[in-house]
């Protein structure tokens, strides 16, 4: 029995079955025995690989890409540049590094990381030496100022809530004990923001929300258009739409049931793009683009090949399989999906 196990049981014990949203929040962050609250979860000693731990070129391709809109909006400065849950500092270090060759773009740069994890807040520290990062834990906390993001598999860790259609509306899934574990439970519930689901949906189809996601984009929307100026680029795991159970889990790069081991596995969803793009407010939303196809309008073969001229062996092999691996249909070139935001004002960035 995990530590935080014993405590969910109290819990479920005390009020009852709690709602998937609640599990997700309570195995992800509580802030004794929380997965990210207690560990470094990424790399080949923890429990996944993220884009940016793949290649450099990930994180090159998408600052040159901050850098381009920053120039086509005529280099406002100072602006906030922010990364949600950034990781190992991975990403926001190669973005920085490919961006900084833009003049007066590192300058005026403020770096903002959006990250709940003491574990993981030492660790871009250390990547980031030199780049003075602030770092707050709620989007609303931003400074403010011209705001140009990323979000780079931060949305597929918010809780979400999971409902199973039936004749004439919703039941929840939920969590309750049974025998010496848990079990999934339902419940009747009145859920209006899914009425329109009812018209693609059947009984016995599983949908999922996720109310945090959408305040998320809802505060970057406002922003974006208050300050007529920024970007904003998401990019996960989903699609435009939400169908299906689609919660897993992951430990130490193998899936396991997303029940057991409470607190010590990665718990995530896919994106519903469609209901992040919805949320946006008052700005813009660029059609949703593969990553593949992302990458590969932003030139990121031609710097693959770049970087190959320099290599032999194994490395080159190794090389060869991350560009694959970040850009190919059957790799993350489909599942990953990158959507993204602009003021009104301001044209459709490059890529879309």
């Excluded at 435009?240 to 596995?265: C, F, I």
């Excluded at 992302?294 to 560009?323: K, N, P």
Aim: overall charge negative.
């Amino acid at each position: 029995m995990t530590a935080l196990e014993e405590k969910l049981k109290a819990r479920i014990a005390a009020e009852g079955p709690m709602g998937m949203d609640g599990w997700m929040a309570a195995c992800l962050t509580d802030p004794e025995h929380g997965y990210y609250t207690t560990r470094d979860p990424l790399g080949a000693a923890g429990d996944f690989i993220t884009a940016p731990e793949i290649s450099q070129m990930f994180g090159e391709m998408i600052g040159l890409w901050l850098a381009q809109v920053w120039m086509d909006q005529g280099g406002p400065a100072p602006f906030v540049l922010a990364e949600l849950g950034p990781g190992r500092g991975t990403l926001i270090a190669d973005i920085l590094r490919a961006a900084g060759k833009a003049p007066g773009f590192a300058e005026a740069a403020q770096v903002v990381l959006v990250e709940t994890s003491p574990a993981l807040k030492a660790v871009q520290a250390e990547a980031l030496e030199g780049f003075a990062p602030r770092w707050v834990e709620r989007v609303e906390q931003l400074p403010e100022g011209p705001l140009y993001l990323v979000a780079n598999e931060f949305f597929d860790a918010l809780p979400v809530r999971q409902f199973i259609r039936v004749e004439d509306g919703w039941h929840e899934r939920c969590v309750g004990l049974e025998g010496e574990g848990f079990g999934f439970a339902t419940r009747p519930v009145q859920a209006p923001e899914l009425d329109y689901r009812l018209e693609d949906t059947a009984p016995g189809d599983l949908v999922e929300t996720c109310t945090e996601a959408a305040k998320v984009v809802g505060e970057i929307g406002q922003r974006l258009a208050q300050h007529r100026a920024g970007v904003a680029l998401i990019v996960d795991y989903g699609d435009v739409l939400s169908k299906g159970d689609t919660l897993q889990a992951l430990r130490a790069h193998a899936p396991v049931g997303v029940l057991e081991t409470p607190g010590e596995a990665d718990l995530t969803a896919h994106v519903d793009f469609g209901a992040l793009a919805a949320a946006r407010g008052p700005a813009e939303a660029a059609p949703l683009t593969p990553q593949g196809v992302f990458l590969e309008r932003l030139g990121i073969t031609a710097r693959a090949q770049a970087l190959a001229g320099r290599l032999t062996g194994a490395a080159l092999s190794e090389h060869i399989a991350a560009h694959r691996r970040l850009t190919h249909p059957e790799e993350m070139g489909r599942l990953f999906k990158c959507l993204a935001l602009h003021p009104s004002n301001t044209a459709t960035p490059p890529g879309f």
